[in-house]
Nanobody, 126 residues
């Protein structure tokens, strides 16, 4: 089992920045892909970014590309999401997710992720 705890959410103005953190415990961090998803009221959960264990490559949804950066610190068992140039449409609950190293084609499919955090609210005011 892997336990995930997010932190760093809050209220920020349009154009501002936030950094989300996700601390993992329960198993070695190694060998797990890590990802961030978000869910806005009335909408389905959508992928934001992912960091693949094999090769360390990162992947982003088009809506956040060039604004968000996912990174991980394996020594601290923590994954981060640096969010810059925030927009009101980024308002959502952000969830951290982990999965045993999986195939690339499913990295943005929420059903392929095994472990989820409780979520942290991000609100961007206009």
């Amino acid at each position: 089992q892997v336990q995930l705890v997010e932190s760093g959410g809050g209220l920020v103005q349009t154009g501002g920045s936030l950094r989300l953190s996700c601390a993992a415990s329960g198993r070695s961090f190694g060998g797990y892909d890590m990802g961030w998803f978000r869910q806005a009221p009335g909408r389905e959960r959508e992928p934001v970014a992912a960091h693949r264990w094999r090769g360390g490559n990162t992947y982003y949804a088009d809506s956040v590309k060039d604004r968000f950066v996912i990174s991980r610190d394996n020594a601290k068992n923590t994954v981060y999401l640096q969010m810059n140039s925030l927009k009101p449409e980024d308002t959502a609950v952000y969830y951290c997710a982990a999965r045993s190293e999986g195939i690339l084609s499913t990295i943005f499919s929420s059903t392929s992720w095994q472990y989820w955090g409780q979520g942290t609210q991000v609100t961007v005011s206009s």
